[in-house]
């Protein structure tokens, strides 16, 4: 859906406009396309925030090679743009230290480039030290508050490595945060933990070692999948969130199977056949869904599913039908367990990326979706408890996104004034895209994103909804 505001903000008028009187003005965000595909305006600065300590220079070194920017090493003067700002402040151990963050980021801030990214990595503290629990726990403050106050589509999160993982681990994350796919993400902190010592039952390779997802598949004869493509399944991907899911998917090779259900199977073939996916017309509740699923699929396992159907039915819980309260929580969350379960029991996911659809109205509630929110509030605590067991017993990874206001179909339904307060409140004062979704849905999916798992990362530009 078109923001007229965020269009009028930029012509002549609506800049003199906001700038007398004092309007949000939001930023053109620069998402990703073939045609720039990576962060502009300068450099990424690696710094450090403690003198000694911090990340193999080498693993991260080769992390950010990734990003596709030129990398500048420890240079706080100078002067010119820069696009992005990573602070290794890994090492950090004291309330002191904590300087260290202040005395890299605070010359810079003036030179990040519009839609610039800061990126802090910090590592999760060990139990028994509350001086280095203190220090690492500011970070997140820090970050929270930086997020809030950069402005221009500029963003800052926080990636925190719990040993024994390295740079290389959050090698897919660092590579993601720092380029225009993470858009729409800021103010957030993702734990990067590998485990370097669970099998892949899949191929007898670690799971740590991130092929197991990667690997090649058998010839898909009769399917009309392909030798060597992975295989993903999107519910709810005749529109929306899902289709685009669908399509980033696509976009990297994969053979999509496009699920929904019967009543919107002329949109599902439309967005399957432009694909070259497999529509699959299948309403997710129904009892035997898991079972059908592992039918259509060739050789009956998958390397992605993302969990992406969902639906509204608000009411105030004083005036809600039992009916109403039934089948959201059964479309958002009892169907996400019971395909999940089936797959899992089935042995169809094995080294395969799980990715299930939360909501910021599950994390801060929201008036009219008792319903909805305790759906969304349950696959976080869906993924939260499967990740563990899904990774020692699957070599499977369980997360979830939880976007918060995306400009589509279910929030253009929402009343004019509301809506224009949900997009507005978050730190980048505009909506997201489908695509920042599937961008995030596509970075939780790759085989290199073995290190991330059982987080909920939320999509919403920093809205100040359960902030
Ligand atoms: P949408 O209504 O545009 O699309 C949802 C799709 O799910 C539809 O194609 C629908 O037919 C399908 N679906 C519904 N019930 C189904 C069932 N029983 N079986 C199979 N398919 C079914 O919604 P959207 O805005 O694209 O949202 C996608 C997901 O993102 C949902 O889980 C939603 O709760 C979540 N979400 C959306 C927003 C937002 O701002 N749009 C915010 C937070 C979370």
Known sequence: MADRYLRWTHTGPGRFLTRRLGLPRPEVLHRWSAERPTLEGGPL????????????????????????????????????????VLVDATALGTVAELSGVHASLHPLLRRLAPCGRVVLLGARPAPDDHHQAAAQQALEGFVRSLGKELGRGRTANLVRL??????ESAASTLRFLLSPRSAFVSGQVIEVAADGTVPDPSDGSPAGSGEGSGRVRGS?????????????????????????????????????????????????????????????????????????????LPDGRLDVLVHNAGITRDRRLVNMAADRWADVLDVNLASVLRTTDHLLAAGALRGSRVVATASIAGIAGNVGQTNYAASKAGVIGFVRALAPRARAEHATTVNAVAP????????????????EAGRRMNSLSQGGQPLDVAETVAWLAEPASHAVNGQTVRVCGQSLLGA
């Open 220 to 296: 898909g004869t009769g399917t009309g999948t392909g030798e060597g493509r992975r295989v993903a399944l999107v519910t709810g991907a005749a529109r929306g969130i899902g289709e685009q899911i669908a399509g980033r998917l696509a976009r990297e090779g994969a053979h999509v199977f496009c699920l929904d259900v019967e009543q919107a199977a002329a949109d599902l073939t439309r967005v399957a056949d432009r694909l070259g996916g497999t529509a699959l017309p299948l309403d997710i509740t129904a009892g035997d869904a898991g079972a059908r699923i592992v039918e259509a």
């Open 45 to 84: 600065l690696h710094l450090s925030a403690t003198a000694t300590g911090g990340c193999d220079e080498k693993e991260l070194r080769e992390a950010l090679e990734g990003c596709g920017l030129p990398v500048v090493r420890e240079r706080t003067d100078g002067e010119g743009r820069v696009a992005a």
């Open 404 to 419: 918060g206001f995306i400009e589509t179909r279910m929030t253009a339904a929402v009343p004019f004034v509301i809506r």
């Open 162 to 167: 719990a040993p024994p993982a390295g740079a």
